[in-house]
């Protein structure tokens, strides 16, 4: 069974850093591109960024709201991918979820077909 | 890149049909058949319901389906029941390798 699980959310004041994890189990992790997507309080969905998978390079997207202070990595021998978001805003305030990038496991991956539960960031003074 | 638009809101009676649109760009939904749309009951996450304009997740019920035309797409539900009381959202793959959203639709079930 699949399963996505995100950590390291809370309270921080703007300006500051934070730096989600989310652990997941039951697939190859290795073998898939992972996204961060984020739901404001009361608000839709917004895409935040994502990580191919080290066999397409392993490399990066952002949204342009988070780009140059949103950082996504991954440690495929923990399975494990994080989000570092420095310089936060108020407004980066929301539910993060991380998301698998599927479901081949491959370059036609474009649909986000398993979501953790989220983890809150608040970022108020 | 602008979120898809979608219905704020849509309702049916249980046993009817109900079709949700999401209307894009043709540098997202207009060109590539990305489209996919999820369900998201309050407090909890996002669940795939349709990926690749019309395919279906293991597990998910056929009374939902997906459509294309142009720079618009489509999700039917059909044999509306009570439990598909929820808020939807359509997203696409873009032409710049990123994703787009819509505002999501609230469904009520009468």
Redesign the interface.
């Known amino acids: 069974e699949v399963q996505l699980v995100e950590s390291g959310g809370g309270l921080v004041q703007p300006g500051r850093s934070l730096r989600l994890s989310c652990t997941a189990s039951g697939f190859t992790f290795g073998d898939y591109a992972m996204s961060w997507v984020r739901q404001a309080p009361g608000k839709g969905l917004e895409w935040v960024g994502f990580i191919r998978s080290k066999a397409y390079g392993g490399t990066t997207q952002y949204a342009a709201s988070v780009k140059g202070r949103f950082t996504i990595s991954r440690d495929d021998s923990k399975s494990i991918a994080y989000l570092q978001m420095n310089s936060l805003k108020t407004e980066d305030t929301a539910v993060y979820y991380c998301t698998r990038v599927g479901p081949y496991g491959g370059h036609l991956d474009t649909t986000f077909d398993y979501w953790g539960q989220g983890t809150l960031v608040t970022v108020s003074s | 890149?602008s979120?898809l638009t979608q219905p704020a809101s849509v309702s049916g009676s249980p046993g009817q049909s109900i079709t949700i649109s999401c209307t894009g760009t043709s540098s997202d939904v207009g060109d590539?058949n990305?489209v996919?749309w999820?369900q998201q009951h309050p407090g909890k996450?996002?669940?795939?319901i349709i990926?690749?304009v019309s395919k279906w997740?293991s597990g998910v019920s056929n009374r939902f389906s997906g459509s294309k035309s142009g720079n618009t797409a489509s999700l039917t539900i059909s044999g509306l029941q009570a439990e598909d009381e929820a808020d939807y959202?359509c997203?696409s793959?873009t032409s710049?390798?990123?994703?787009?959203?819509?505002?999501?639709t609230e469904l009520t079930v009468l």
Not at chain 2, 45 to 48: E, I, Q, R
Not at chain 2, 96 to 104: I, P, Q, R
């Open positions: 890149q979120a590539y990305y996919s999820y996450a996002p669940k795939l990926y690749d997740p959202y997203s793959y710049s390798n990123t994703w787009v959203f819509g505002g999501g």
